[in-house]
């Protein structure tokens, strides 16, 4: 991923080397390994949970899986465009990058728009995360998730504004990678969000 | 809703004598730092030179220093509580329940996250990266955040002091009586919030200390010729990234259910509070590891210099440490056999602590056959290395017994599972940080400490250890429960009385300590260290100076196996004068760090009173200070290679007025290595 950023003639006045670049990426890969335990942990919790209902309502009854197929398609389709950034970076190509990136934000937004959505209308009908152990245990998986993909989300706006005011020097380039990989990995993650959560819930 | 949250005046201590004394100790003890940084006009130096600096071994030190505090603190809280078990046989004592459960909460909380975990990223920062023959860590501005995030959430528990009250749920907050129907105050979100925070900082020290050992090892180090301490830290880090998610899902989970009303670990709809437990413990033992396994570097360093031999069967003790590294995760479940899970299950647990002993022993073993046939030197960090190899085994069997459900049915809270892991942590951990505080000091500040003081600290500890904590087990027989308040048998009395004398004893080993620090500093003319290796030793972190260069290696030095400074001083090239210097890139100072660890001070606090105005806007605070960090691509300066010149000139000119070595009048000295050329 650091490979494009070391070659970069641009240090944009950075001092350090170009190894250094590879040891962010490297630990940045590290940290998403930590992340992951989270997320598995939250998975683990949830299916402990997903009996806990306490007389309320399940899964089948609350959740819609047009409306988590929607989604599914926006996230996806948004590390397809993240990846055609990383794709216009490697050209140096400065506007298509900003451009891509946008339209990954585009698609960010949408997804939390829908899943911001979804949470008010559950708990519009009483199924708040207070209502039983299930849910709290379905809001606070969802919800970290979405948590990342609104933290991703300024960290595109930043970017955005760091390509367009420095230029695709190394130490911007060598961020995006770092971005994308997070970004991506949200993707796997709400993908098995989708498997554990979604088609299981409604099946 | 109020802009003050739940924070009302009378949260402040007046309610009670001790909590007031106690409130009063706090804030007279933090307006005195703050009046000898002013008398001696030290301000600029301390925010510029140290709250600033981003250099791994003044951010070590910076640790250190945390510990050290938290260290008197939390044995404060331990003195309270035997003194009050010593005197509370069939009377209330001089502690009201309320206050005795705050003591042992904050006593466990304190001596684990801001005791224990700030004085090994201590330790680690100012060696770790010498010893691998790196000017320093991976990421030095996100080892600031780490230890002012850790700084933070000892804040937070110092506070709770002065403004509410501290958790009475234990150090580990078990639901559903740490859930808000229950215990309703602002104790267990101080808790809550003071372990996270700090959480996140640990998290970050262990990505950092793992990326530092993978790649920035200097040339020819490679992984099989790592100093032993670094193979230790290489696998706590491992723990930390991997163990401390844990934590941090099991806390969060318990802040929704007290602060949104969600019902993860409640008694009704739907919560299962025996989850909190599990995950609890799934980061709790292999915290054990992650305190333990540096502590055991520690002594692998300590007890080959002072036996003046090569350390034994190093790469049995390195798969060792592997090996504790992956059982570790698989133990967990021994803290709560009671919980009622199947016979298989529990007999599976038992089996593999039973296990986890094996390479504990094999380490033990290679201990003691390093200092067979050596010719031991018994200063203070090798007396402390003894002293835990004797009184550790007894903390291993007493653990080997524990982890037999059956056993462990019967002794389940009772004083004998105390006995057992301060039998474990005191020498273990805490023997092992102090030896490593005496063996490494001269590195970080130039002069050695006093030996007879130090001595004398060792005998205090290991004596009162013993009084304090053998009548434990027999109180543990005779069925004691912990964190009894007052008690009706009057044949606990006579041990608990014991055991508080014990106490006594540690406190006077805690004073030696002091006056250790005190005298040293006095006599630091007398006590230099002028070569850099006081102890003739082993490893790369005595090839640089004490206290050692911004960038600790003008040169970095060429490697060619373990005990790579013993094998450059046997080859002759220690203290070889480079043909020339070049420039050097170090990273500048920045307050971003301590800017991000007071906001996440300030968030913690305002998440305990729910004044939520101020939460978010430490929030946006700390996101507005990433992002301008993030946006700097300017964080470095180069030292030109005249100022290193100039710096290592100094350094040679300090070398030839040097003894030669400053072992030499040692009895039982073996002498320095021989250049092979002159053989």
């Given at each position: ?137 379905f809001f606070t998986l969802v919800g970290t998730h979405g948590l990342h993909v609104s933290i991703g989300s300024l960290c595109i706006v930043v970017m955005i504004g760091q390509v367009l005011f420095k230029g695709l020097t190394a130490p911007v380039a060598s961020r995006l990678a770092r ?25 | ?679």
């Open positions: 991923m650091t490979a494009g950023a070391s070659t970069m003639a641009d240090t944009g006045g950075a001092l350090i080397s170009p190894e250094k670049y590879e040891e962010k990426a490297f630990g940045f890969w590290i940290y998403l390994m930590s992340d992951a335990v989270i997320f598995a942990l939250l998975f683990a919790t949830y299916v402990v949970m997903l009996g806990n209902t306490a007389g309320g309502p399940t899964g089948k009854e609350l959740f819609s899986l047009e409306r988590a197929a929607g989604e599914t398609a926006l996230l996806l389709a948004s590390s397809a465009t993240f990846g055609f950034a990383a794709v216009a970076m490697a050209r140096n190509e400065r506007s298509r990058v900003v451009l891509w990136l946008l339209v990954t934000l585009g698609l960010g937004a949408g997804f939390l728009f829908l899943e911001f959505g979804e949470f008010a209308g559950m708990i519009a009908q009483g199924a708040g995360p207070q209502r039983s152990g299930f849910l709290s245990a971005l994308g990989l997070f970004w991506h990995f949200l993707d796997i993650i709400w993908v098995a969000i989708f498997s554990v959560v979604y088609l299981p819930g409604v099946l | 809703m109020d802009i003050f949250g739940r924070l009302t005046i009378e949260s402040l201590p007046f309610y009670s004598a001790i909590a007031a004394s106690g409130a009063a100790i706090t804030v007279l003890g933090a307006l005195s730092v703050a009046g000898v940084i002013t008398y001696f006009g030290a301000w600029r130096l301390v925010l510029f030179d140290w709250v600033s600096s981003i250099d791994h071994k003044k951010i070590g030190i910076m640790y250190i220093m945390v510990a050290l505090v938290m260290l008197m603190r939390g044995f404060i809280d331990a003195a309270m509580m035997r003194s009050q078990q010593a005197i509370a046989y069939n009377n209330e004592g001089y502690l009201p329940p309320g206050h005795f459960d705050q003591i042992f909460s904050s006593h466990g909380t304190i001596m684990i996250f801001f005791m224990a975990m700030p004085f090994l990223s201590g330790l680690i920062n100012l060696i770790m990266p010498q010893q691998i023959g790196s000017r320093d860590v991976a990421f030095p501005f996100m080892n600031s955040v780490s230890l002012w995030l850790t700084t933070a959430g000892a804040g937070l528990v110092l506070v709770s002091l002065v403004i509410g009250k501290f958790s009475t749920a234990g150090w580990t907050g078990y639901p559903p009586y740490s859930g808000a129907e229950f215990t309703p105050g602002v104790g267990v979100d101080y808790w809550l919030w003071a372990v996270l925070i700090s959480g996140v900082g640990s998290t970050m020290s262990g990505i950092n200390f793992l990326v530092t050992i993978i790649k920035c090892r200097g040339p020819g180090m490679t992984l099989f010729r790592m100093p032993l301490f670094t193979w230790t830290v290489f696998v706590t880090s491992v723990l930390m990234i991997f163990a401390f998610p844990a934590l941090t899902v099991a806390c969060g989970m318990l802040v929704l259910d007290r602060t949104l009303d969600m019902h993860f670990f409640t008694n009704e709809l739907g919560g299962n509070m025996m989850n909190y437990i599990n995950l609890f413990w799934l980061w709790g033992h292999p915290e054990v590891y992650i305190l333990i396994l540096p502590a055991f570097g520690v002594f692998s360093e300590v007890v080959a210099v002072f036996s003046q031999k090569r350390l034994f069967g190093y790469i049995s003790l390195v798969l060792a440490t592997m090996a504790i590294g992956i059982l570790s995760f698989t133990v967990w479940l021994h803290h709560f056999f009671t919980m009622g899970s199947s016979a298989n299950v529990n007999s599976f647990f038992g089996i593999m602590t039973t296990i986890i002993a094996v390479p504990t022993g094999v380490k033990v073993f290679d201990w003691l056959l390093t200092m067979f046939r050596g010719r031991l030197i018994f200063k203070a960090p090798m007396l402390y290395t003894i002293g835990f190899l004797v009184t550790f085994c007894i903390g291993g069997l007493s653990g080997v017994l524990l982890a037999l459900p059956p056993v462990d049915y019967l002794m389940h809270n009772t004083t004998f599972l105390i006995a057992h892991f301060h039998n474990m942590i005191i020498p273990g951990v805490l023997f092992g940080y102090l030896a490593g505080y005496m063996f490494w000091f001269p590195k970080a500040f130039g002069f050695k400490l006093n030996e007879k003081w130090g001595v004398w600290s060792f005998w205090c500890w290991i004596i009162g250890f013993y009084l304090a904590f053998m009548p434990l087990y027999v109180l543990g027989l005779l069925g004691m429960p912990r964190r009894m308040e007052h008690y009706e048998i009057a044949a606990w009395q006579p041990h608990l009385i014991v055991a508080a004398i014990g106490a006594l004893i540690i406190f006077f080993g805690i004073v030696c300590l002091g006056v250790q620090l005190a005298v040293s500093i006095r006599d630091r003319k007398q006590n230099l260290d002028l070569t850099g290796d006081p102890w003739n030793g082993r490893s790369l972190e005595w090839a640089t100076s004490s206290p050692p260069a911004p960038y600790n290696f003008a040169v970095l030095p060429q490697v060619r196996g373990v005990d790579a400074w013993w094998d450059m001083k046997q080859r002759g090239v220690a203290y070889q004068r480079p043909d020339r210097y070049v420039d050097i890139v170090i990273p500048k100072n920045t307050f971003i760090g301590a800017f991000i660890g007071g906001t996440g001070f300030v968030f913690g606090f305002a998440m305990v009173w729910w004044i939520w105005w101020l939460a978010i806007a430490c929030l946006a605070a700390i996101a507005i200070a990433l992002i301008i960090r993030s946006s700097d691509d300017e964080s470095d300066f180069v030292m030109p290679a005249s100022q290193v010149k100039e710096i290592e000139d100094a350094r040679f000119a300090q070398l030839a007025k040097a003894p030669k070595n400053e072992m030499a009048d040692e009895p039982g000295f073996a002498g320095q290595p021989v250049p092979e050329a002159s053989t």
